[in-house]
């Protein structure tokens, strides 16, 4: 940069700085919580303020989805997420607002909190220990974040109501703080690791709403039990194995969901024990379960009873379907495990064939039977018992029996077997055809099909010899073109060559014309401005100098000066010294 260019931009750099340094205001463009007049526009006293901009800091807050008035001067109320009363700050609601980062530990001076609503965010770390210190606090929403573990000192949230911290990654078994929360009526604990329930979770005595779906637990406490309150229980998607004793003592349950573990056994009959009146949903869908289903008929306001995906079969409720049919919403007990075990049976050659299916006998009679093998059905094969006098090669195979029920008529609940294969001792388990075919017959087919090989071989060979001589007639062709290409390649590359050096060339000229053309009106513009700013800055001197012969002058007239006066005009005066000194040295610079 030229000796001008680089006056000029001292120049404009000393003008502002000077300006700057003598007349600029402090200006806000955040809230200053340690300001009194900005405390009585947002309407909260300091240590709230400081909280809240403390949970701005350390989540993000310039990157939030919608932080709507939180950087201006305005009523809380205004801001975005937060309702406030009397004062103070009552609800936090800032769900889905791509908060990034941890809750600070300053939210424990929000103590008028009812509720605080931070879901679907990205917020980690611990949960601060403060958090305890809101004893208003009624609901606790913190799901689906990427918290770990939860501090003890929430056993001073005393009158929490509703605790949601699904979708987390908790693990190991469900901290026994959360049973001293005495007030509490929902509970969601969904999409965790959670892997055990403490027994304390019994004392919980005004608990409503209790869902722990989607965690590794495996067995329930019979504690669970005592929850008299209890109304919803969603225990769906773990690997529980057992149906626990005493949920039947649950006076108040609504909502039963069990489905998507690993139960086996069957229902417990304590279960018809609820409460006729208010039980409207058992689901038991995608379980183990067997043996005969309590009577549940009883149960007319039932919206849905789902056991299906079990392996239930028609006489565990056919005595009940008609009723279920009828009076609930909604019944499903459709796709039941396959009957049976898959297994091979061997017979000896002539000995009578009999397969017994392993599924027990139906006391009504209404359980028909559809044999196959290999997957077609078997004309007439329609007994429970499926038997033929001598067996042969040709009944080895794959048996599966299908049971149909005349009273659940519903092609969807079909009963169907696991695969059954007949062996014999002298076939094997792959049927085989019983043929008057001789070993010499078919020794005389294999040297037919040889000699027809050994013919097709000779063919072959006939065209491979005329595929060699083309090659060879292309192979003198491609030698001669080699020969001329050979004398092209030369010339090609150097022409090549030549051309891609003066594109580059011109490339580059054409790069130097435009630098040129930008310094020479680079140049202009600044010799021109240098001209313009040096002759104002002479017009500036001249009427300078002459206001302050002035002030000298007034100053001298006046014998009684006012000391106030006489501090400004010297301020004023060192003002515009230190700026004329500043020019100076400017235009002194080389």
């Known amino acids: 940069m030229n000796k001008i260019m680089k006056k000029v931009f001292v120049f404009v750099a000393v003008f502002c700085i000077f300006f700057l340094t003598e007349n600029v205001q402090a200006s806000f463009t955040i809230v200053d919580c ?24 350390s989540t993000d807050g310039e990157n939030w989805e919608n932080n709507n008035r939180w950087d201006t001067l305005s009523g809380v109320d205004e801001w975005t997420g937060i309702r406030a009363d009397n004062g103070h700050v009552e609800r936090l609601s800032l769900d889905e607002n791509r ?71 908790f693990s190991g078994e469900i901290p026994e703080v959360i049973c001293e929360l005495a007030s509490l009526k929902n509970l969601l604990l969904d999409d965790n690791n959670f892997t055990s329930i403490p027994s304390c979770i ?11 779906e989607d965690n590794t637990l495996t067995k329930l406490p019979s504690e669970i039990g005592n929850i008299s309150s209890l109304k919803t229980l969603y225990l769906s998607y773990n690997n529980i194995t057992q149906i626990t004793s005493g949920l039947g003592t649950l006076s108040n349950l609504v909502r039963l969901d069990l489905s998507d573990n690993q139960l086996s056994g069957s229902i417990p009959q304590d279960l018809t024990n609820l409460n006729v ?45 008609s009723v279920y049919e009828e009076e609930f919403e909604d019944y499903s007990y459709y796709s039941q495990s396959k009957v049976d075990t898959e297994r091979n049976i061997t017979f000896n050659q002539d000995e009578e064939l009999v397969i017994t299916p392993e599924v027990a006998i139906n006391p009504s009679g209404n359980d028909h039977y559809q044999w196959s093998k290999d997957g077609d ?72 099909n040889v000699a027809s090989l050994e013919d097709d071989v000779d063919d072959l060979e006939d065209d491979v010899e005329d595929l060699e001589d083309e090659v060879k007639d292309l192979k003198d062709k491609q030698d001669d073109l080699e020969s001329e290409l050979a004398g092209l390649k030369g010339n090609s590359e150097n022409i090549a060559r030549i051309n891609s050096e003066l594109v580059a060339t011109n490339n580059v000229i054409n790069e130097l014309k435009e630098e040129l053309a930008e310094l020479y009106e680079s140049k202009g513009q600044t010799e021109g401005a240098y001209e313009e700013l040096k002759k104002e800055f002479e017009e500036f001197k001249s009427n300078t100098e002459g206001r302050l012969k002035n002030y000298e002058q007034e100053r001298a007239n006046d014998k009684h000066e006012d000391p106030q006066v006489k501090g400004a005009q010297d301020q004023k005066k060192g003002v515009f010294g230190r700026f004329f000194s500043w020019i100076a040295l400017l235009f002194m610079a080389d």
């Open 34 to 57: 340690s300001d009194a007049g900005h405390l009585v526009t947002l309407g909260i006293p300091q240590i709230e303020c400081e909280a809240l901009e403390a949970l701005w800091d």
């Open 99 to 169: 908060m990034n980062g941890t809750i600070p530990s300053e939210i424990g001076n929000l103590t008028e909190l009812t509720e605080i609503e931070l879901q679907e965010n990205r917020l980690s770390g611990e949960i601060p220990s403060e958090i305890g210190q809101l004893s208003n606090l009624k609901v606790l929403n913190i799901s689906e974040n990427l918290f770990e573990t939860l501090p003890a000192e929430l056993i001073g949230l005393n009158n929490l109501e509703t605790f949601h911290i699904g979708n987390n990654r």
């Open 202 to 212: 019994g004392n919980l005595d005004n608990l409503e709403y209790l869902s722990i």
């Open 277 to 321: 009146s208010k039980l409207s949903n058992l689901e038991f869908r995608d379980n183990n379960l067997s043996g005969r289903v309590p009577d549940f008929t009883k149960f007319i306001w039932m919206d849905e009873f789902d056991i299906s995906y079990n392996k239930f079969v028609f006489s565990d409720f056919e005595p009940e379907y």
């Open 377 to 448: 059905e078997i004309v007439d094969a329609t007994d429970r018992i499926f038997t033929k006098d001598q067996i042969t090669c040709t009944d080895v195979g794959v048996y599966t029996y299908e049971i149909i029920n005349s009273i659940v008529d519903d092609d969807e609940l079909n009963l169907r077997s696991e695969e059954i294969t007949v062996c014999t001792a002298d076939c094997g388990c792959v049927a085989k055809d019983d043929s008057e075919d001789t070993v010499e017959e078919e020794n005389e087919e294999l040297k037919d």
